[in-house]
């Protein structure tokens, strides 16, 4: 005796939807995690990447990645070594110089005044 499916009386259709194609990334997050220098604990940093097409992003498709060693990993990636010391240097500026300034937010509105 052969099974064989059952009948559904009232069928339901689902209509195909267009192709998208996700060519694109963006990132929407970035940690970097630099601990002081007398520490153990080695420097980190996560991303994710997000597909978009340039004006919808992809419900499916984010991957995270982590750098592990951030140090260890610079001496082998010159473009990571001149990132990572452009953004910490970057960081330590707005940190001493809002810090000086008792502000937490910059804007437009303010930066002027952060950065004089």
């Known amino acids: 005796m052969a099974l064989s499916d059952i009948p559904n009386p009232t069928p339901i259709v689902i209509p195909a939807k267009e192709e998208k194609i996700f060519d694109k ?4 997050k970035i940690e970097i995690n630099a601990f002081p220098s007398g520490t ?3 420097w980190t940093a996560k ?7 340039g004006s919808e992003v992809s419900p499916t498709g984010m ?3 982590e750098l592990q060693d951030l140090k260890a990993l ?7 070594a001149a990132a990572m010391g452009a953004v910490l240097a970057l960081v330590g ?3 001493v110089k809002c810090r000086l300034k008792n502000k937490r937010i910059v804007t437009v509105g303010n930066i002027e005044e952060i950065l004089e």
């Open 93 to 95: 500026k707005y940190l």
């Open 47 to 53: 991303f994710i990447g997000q597909p978009y097409n």
């Open 74 to 80: 610079a001496e082998k990636d010159a473009e990571l």
């Open 63 to 65: 991957i995270q990645v």
């Open 25 to 28: 990334q963006f990132c929407p």
């Open 40 to 42: 153990s604990k080695p």
